[in-house]
């Protein structure tokens, strides 16, 4: 961990694995130190008249100043002896395998002995380890978060919700967000602890707009002038800047008084152009061409314009205020301010479309060549090489799917046309995993049916993910079909081809299981964990874990049961991202805590995994955890929240077609009805639940928790008929193995 940090702190990498995702170096590192920079005395004055303030949100639109206004604040922190660190985010962070680690990493850079995954014991919420873990920081410390806007993920602003309900008192968090982020703000700002500055006030004042261009002293502003630049800008920082690297030009000074322009982007647009054209012939094709480019570094610039000299180039750029900053300490990452390059890359696509396809053309070329994957996929999509696009995805998804970021394969995906797809079944058998575990059920039909039909034709043999795609749709009878075909006893898998095997591995072991053949299940549980071993997957290891926890649960082991889960908490660190990874593990998870009544551990567990449990697992992983979770809440006689746990599950259920766990909901209320002593009301609702046309071969382990039979036994006991239920226990002997839940 000390080396990581070191590596962040120096820049010397680009990207670093961490665990099993891709730290990001530069985005620990704050804007560089601004020359002539104003200083905002106001603002800071602001910030000291709310001394109980413990997060601070600076938001407005793009180019009001609130990265610099952060790194003034930074420094300021710094000089009082706090421990600072940095960190922006952009729109890949929603995927959580890729925020989790950056986060893990930020706590490492304040401590490095700081533990990098929570504790298992008590399955805490994430926020509750970073709030320890800032708690024990020695000296008061300020967190600042740049492009706040982006993170849009449920789970990820209720991290920081819960992050700033309870942030210790040695401990600030400085936000900047374009817009005001959904994290319980209006709570904290009328209890004291929060204080949000909107984009009024961090527009400059006319005595900080005086003070901006008296340190441009070659411009010789009047008086007048500035007051008209005050008035056309209203202070906007961006624009500022604009005009003074743009009044060098007589035609800029002679249209302040009549410069008439909406605001706030046509004037950017306006003052850019104008910038650009005081600039040489070369510099300003640098400008417009590296425009489209979401990080510079020299090699890339040099490929994407043709010209060399890019080192140079960009050093001078950032020297001179051009809305260029350094991402490294060795200056060889380099990033325009989001306002300046979409105000350049609209000029080139005006000016010149080709210009700027061609320009993402060779972005997209110099980045495929360079092994960066995202950046490959998003300048290839910008330039319309769909061909490029889909190859690198599928090139690419042979590790997202297996590592279960398959909310980065669904966001990319969907920007590429159906047709380039359509012609690599390799790539729709990827996106397909994405859709199936994602319950994405309108995208996944159309791949479902290419699949079908390549295997018509033999073309392809897609027998796992399709056999995933049937129990998705929980249609049982296919996905047991298919698994039966895949050859499992193989020892030379790796890579993609092992995660595969070792999911089917997984289903053929839940087939077994469903048919009490534990034996067969735990070999075959075995084989699919050597499998996930071999292809380093996290995700089918998840599911493998769950599996392995449910055949000690079922065959009375529970103690066994919580050992197995409680290990893999504490030894599997891949699965502790709230991922889809993880989901199936800590669905079985919950279902083992309520059996053992840790009625505690499970609440937290189910807290802190509620929505990737019901968003992203199978009907039965799903069903045992919300069944639980009922049960639970009826154990703590909180009945109201049970019956919400109860609407969920059926809502999940109708929106996935689910109707196996439609009749799991049903009888549950059949025996909450019993349990509370309301027999004809029991009777009522059993009357409305139609039974399977015919019972199939096995029964799953979410049946245990809801099954029929079980139903109609303890309607049977409590309506007096004790000859009727035995006669159906001894039927229902030979079906299932006995759980506590079943009782």
Request: net charge negative; glycine share 6%.
């Amino acid at each position: 961990m000390r080396t990581l940090t070191k590596q962040i702190d120096t820049g010397r990498v680009a990207a670093e694995p961490f665990g099993d995702s891709v730290l990001c170096p530069h985005k620990f590192f704050a804007p560089p130190s601004v020359r002539r920079a104003v200083e905002r005395s106001a603002l800071h004055q602001r910030l000291l008249s709310h001394p109980d303030a413990r997060v601070i949100v600076l938001q407005g639109p793009a180019g009001h100043g609130k990265s610099t206004a952060l790194q003034q604040i930074k420094q300021a922190c710094e000089a009082e002896g706090r421990i600072t660190a940095w960190l922006s985010f952009d729109e890949a962070d929603n995927d959580p395998r890729r925020f989790f680690p950056h986060i893990r990493a930020l706590v490492s850079k304040l401590d490095p002995d700081a533990e990098i995954d929570p504790p298992p014991a008590r399955s805490r919420r994430r926020s509750d380890w970073m709030i320890e873990c800032l708690r024990r920081l020695e000296r008061p410390t300020a967190l600042f978060l740049d492009e706040f806007q982006t993170l849009t993920a449920a789970e990820l602003l209720r991290f920081f919700r819960e992050l700033i309900e309870h942030l210790p008192e040695n401990v600030t968090l400085y936000v900047g967000s374009r817009s005001v982020p959904e994290i319980g703000l209006s709570r904290a700002v009328v209890e004291g602890r929060a204080l949000l500055i909107p984009a009024e006030e961090l527009r400059f004042s006319v005595d900080e707009v005086r003070a901006f261009f008296s340190n441009a002293s070659e411009l010789a502003l009047s008086g007048v002038e500035v007051e008209a630049i005050y008035r056309q800008t209203e202070g906007w920082p961006a624009a500022l800047q604009l005009f003074r690297l743009s009044l060098g030009r007589r035609s800029v000074r002679e249209s302040l008084a009549a410069l008439d322009v909406d605001r706030p982007r046509e004037l950017a647009d306006y003052l850019t152009d104008n910038v650009l054209a005081t600039q040489p012939p070369d510099v300003q094709d640098f400008l417009l061409r590296t425009a489209v480019l979401t990080r510079l570094t020299a090699p890339l610039c040099e490929a994407v314009t043709g010209a060399a000299g890019a080192q140079s180039l960009l050093e001078l750029l950032e020297r001179s205020g051009l809305f260029l900053r350094s991402l490294d300490n060795e200056m060889r990452w380099f990033k325009y301010h989001g306002l300046f390059s979409t105000c350049l890359a609209d000029q080139l696509g005006a000016r010149d479309p080709e210009a700027l396809v061609d320009a993402h053309r060779r972005a997209a070329h110099w980045h495929r060549d360079a092994g960066m994957h995202a950046e490959t996929v998003y300048h290839a999509i910008a330039s319309q090489d769909w061909d490029l696009a889909a190859d690198t995805l599928d090139v690419w998804a042979l590790q997202l799917v297996p590592d279960g970021q398959l909310i980065t394969l669904e966001r990319w995906a969907s920007q590429i046309p159906w047709e380039a797809i359509e012609r690599r079944p390799a790539l729709i058998v990827k996106i397909a995993w994405a859709y199936v575990f994602l319950h994405r059920r309108g995208p996944l039909k159309p791949l479902q049916e290419a699949l079908e039909r390549m295997e018509h034709d033999n073309r392809l043999r897609p027998d796992v993910v399709l056999s995933m795609a049937a129990i998705s749709s929980d249609d049982l009878a296919e996905a047991f079909r298919r698994v039966r075909r895949v050859r499992l006893e193989r020892d030379d898998s790796d890579g993609y081809t092992a995660f595969e095997l070792g999911a089917a591995g997984n289903l053929a072991a839940y087939h077994a299981l469903s048919q009490n053949r534990f034996d067969d299940a735990a070999h075959l549980i075995e084989l699919a964990h050597e499998h996930s071993r071999r292809g380093s997957s996290p995700f089918s290891g998840g599911y493998n874990i769950a599996l392995a926890a449910s055949v000690s649960l079922l065959q009375g082991d529970l103690q066994g049961a919580l050992k197995r889960c409680r290990v893999a908490a504490r030894e599997a660190r891949p699965l502790l991202d709230r991922s889809v990874a993880a989901a199936a593990m800590n669905a079985c998870y919950l279902w083992v805590l309520y059996e053992a009544n840790e009625l505690d551990t499970a609440e937290a567990l189910f807290e802190r995994h509620h929505d990737i449990i019901v968003e992203s697992t199978l009907p039965d992983f799903a069903a045992v955890a919300l069944l639980s979770m009922v049960r639970v809440c009826d154990a703590r006689g909180n009945k109201a929240q049970a019956d919400e746990r109860l609407d969920e599950m059926e809502s999940i259920a109708r929106a996935n077609g689910w109707t196996r766990m439609l009749r799991e909901v049903g009888w549950e209320r059949v025996r909450r009805a019993l349990s509370s002593g309301h027999l004809a009301y029991a009777q009522t609702l059993a009357a409305t639940l139609m039974p399977p046309s015919e019972p199939p071969p096995w029964m799953l382990f979410a049946d245990d928790l809801g099954d029929p039979v079980y139903g109609a036994i303890r309607l049977a006991i409590h309506g007096g008929r004790a000859e009727h239920a035995q006669k159906l226990l001894q039927q229902q002997s030979g079906r299932s193995a006995p759980t506590r839940a079943c009782g």
